[in-house]
Each structure stands twice: as structure tokens, then as C-alpha cells.
């Protein structure tokens, strides 16, 4: 399998992403200035099985009151990051991601 220049990475684990096993999701994010901003973010399929296998309580009580990187109870992989960024504005590790 070759990587081609239109390859990205996964959010949420880093992971070399192709054409074909990305998954682009349209997320929602609340920036610093109290803004909401929409844009495409990419996902490997094993981070979106594990995110939504996880209870959305736990992980939202282990990354914003604990400042703890949440782990799948499927296999232990990490299903938390920190702030991100693209061209369409910056998202700060503050911001707060809304699910659609």
C-alpha cells in the first residue's frame, strides 16, 4: 500500500491515513472567544470504534475535570487529544468538540 501527498493523519491517534480508510466527520467546536466553529476533521475507522464504544460521562469527566487522556475499555488505545488546528482557524486545547 502506498501513501500518496493527499494522505493525512488521524486526530486522535496520529495514524498515516489514505484515501480510502479515512473517515472525515464534520465537527462543531467552541473556540476562546466563545465562537462556534465547524470543519472536517479525519478519523481512522479503530479510533471511531473506540470512541463511540466509550461512555460519553466518563470521557468528558477524565478529560475536562481530570485532565486525563480518556482509553477505550475495548483495547486500551487512546481516544482523547489536545488542541488542534487547521487553515479554516485555530482551536485552542480549551475549545470544547460537539459531536455531528
Do not use: W
Not at 500518496?4 to 489514505?18: D, P
Amino acid at each position: 500500500m502506498s501513501v500518496s501527498k493527499s494522505s493525512c493523519t488521524c486526530e486522535l491517534c496520529f495514524g498515516c491515513l489514505c484515501g480510502t480508510c479515512k473517515i472525515l466527520k464534520k465537527l462543531t467546536f467552541v473556540t476562546t472567544e466563545r465562537q462556534l466553529m465547524q470543519r472536517k476533521v479525519s478519523f481512522c475507522v479503530q479510533c471511531l470504534m473506540d470512541a463511540t464504544s466509550i461512555d460519553t460521562l466518563e470521557a468528558a469527566r477524565e478529560q475536562f475535570v481530570y485532565k486525563k487522556t480518556v482509553h477505550s475499555s475495548v483495547n486500551g488505545s487512546s481516544t482523547a487529544s489536545g488542541g488542534s488546528s487547521s487553515s479554516d482557524g485555530v482551536i485552542s486545547s480549551s475549545s470544547i468538540p460537539y459531536g455531528s
